[in-house]
Structures are given as C-alpha cells and as structure tokens.
Nanobody
Framework: QVQLVESGGELVQAGGSLRLSCAAS????????MGWFRQAPGKERAFVAA????????DYADSVKGRFTISRDNAKNTVYLQMNSLKPEDTAVYYC???????????????????WGQGTQVTVSS
C-alpha cells in the first residue's frame, strides 16, 4: 500500500508556472503507474497525465500536451507535475493517484487507480 500527499498548488496568474509534487510513502513510486487528475467545481475528475511503472513512459491529456510535464524522482519517491503557460481553465483541485496495474481498464479513467492523495488547489487568474 502507498500513501500520497500532494503539494504545490496556489494562486497564479495566467501564463505562469507551477510545479506540483506528490510525495509517496509505504512503497516506491516506480512500482506503480502514477497519474495526475484534476477536478473543477461541478465537473467530473479528469485525467491530466500518467507515467508508467518501471519504464517511465508518459501520456497526457490533449488539453495539457506541450504545457505540462510529468516526471518521477525515484530517490525522493516523488512524482511531479510541471505546469507551464497556465490558463484559467486549468483551475481545479489536482490529485495524485497510484495504480497497481491497469488490468484492462483505460489508464485515463479514475477507476484505473487504487490510491489517491487528498488534492491540492490550483487557481489561475485571468
């Protein structure tokens, strides 16, 4: 089992940058598929980015491709989400999640993930 704690969310102006961190304890992040999701008020939780266990291949939602980067630091047991060129529509609570294995479930769906952090608020002002 793994425990996840997100940090780094704050209020930022449009065009700015933030780096979110997801610190894991209990097991190493490299043993899981790790993902970032976000949820805006009144909307469903949406996929942002994922990084595969071991090999570390990555995927992004079309809405963030070219602006966001997911990475993993095995020594610090932490996953990051670097967010550049932020837009007001990026405003949401951002969640880190870990999957034991996708087992035929699409990786961009929340139910593919077994463990979740508490979330961190990102607000982008126009």
């Amino acid at each position: 089992q793994v425990q996840l704690v997100e940090s780094g969310g704050e209020l930022v102006q449009a065009g700015g940058s933030l780096r979110l961190s997801c610190a894991a304890s209990g097991r190493t992040v490299s043993s899981y598929h790790m993902g970032w999701f976000r949820q805006a008020p009144g909307k469903e939780r949406a996929f942002v980015a994922a990084i595969r266990q071991s090999v570390g291949s990555v995927d992004y939602a079309d809405s963030v491709k070219g602006r966001f980067t997911i990475s993993r630091d095995n020594a610090k047991n932490t996953v990051y989400l670097q967010m550049n060129s932020l837009k007001p529509e990026d405003t949401a609570v951002y969640y880190c999640a870990a999957s034991e294995g996708y087992s035929g479930v699409y990786f961009w769906t929340p139910r593919a993930y077994d463990y979740w952090g508490q979330g961190t608020q990102v607000t982008v002002s126009s």
